[in-house]
């Protein structure tokens, strides 16, 4: 199964009542026929599930797409701890990441954001 890219970037919102291409994320992973996360790909393929957050004048972050206990999907920036929900993704288990959809994550700040899914490459 080839590993997708995907790339997300932020609804509209209070502070962005357009929207913005400068706030989102692009993260790779397997999607399966109905373009859900896959995760038994994943887990063969995990070396390959990255994350880059962009976001406004902010420094890039990159990290790694993790799976966690229950079946819920993160952003894990720090490489040298244990993962853990950095930035959950709401029912990324049950999503499915084609463009036009919407998602929402759950940053560090403890707010939970939508995005929109710009392309699936």
């Known amino acids: 199964m080839a590993v997708k890219t ?6 509209r919102s209070a502070e962005f009542p357009e929207g ?7 993260f790779q992973a397997p999607l399966d026929a109905g373009s859900h996360i896959d995760a038994a790909a994943w887990r063969q393929e995990r070396q390959f ?6 976001w406004g004048g902010e420094a890039d972050e990159f990290g790694r797409v ?5 079946g ?8 040298g701890a244990e993962p ?13 990441f084609k463009t036009g959809e919407y998602v929402s994550i759950t940053e ?10 710009i392309s699936v490459r």
Not at 49 to 54: N, Q
Not at 66 to 70: I, S, T, Y
């Open 6 to 11: 995907i790339r997300l970037e932020l609804a």
């Open 20 to 26: 913005s291409a400068r706030h989102g994320y692009e």
């Open 84 to 96: 853990e929900a950095d930035e959950p993704g709401y029912r990324f288990d049950t999503h499915a």
């Open 108 to 117: 560090r700040d403890g707010e939970t954001r939508t995005f929109r899914v």
């Open 72 to 79: 819920r999907w993160a952003f894990h920036y720090d490489a």
């Open 49 to 54: 599930c990255t994350v880059r957050r962009f």
């Open 66 to 70: 993790v799976h966690l206990p229950g």
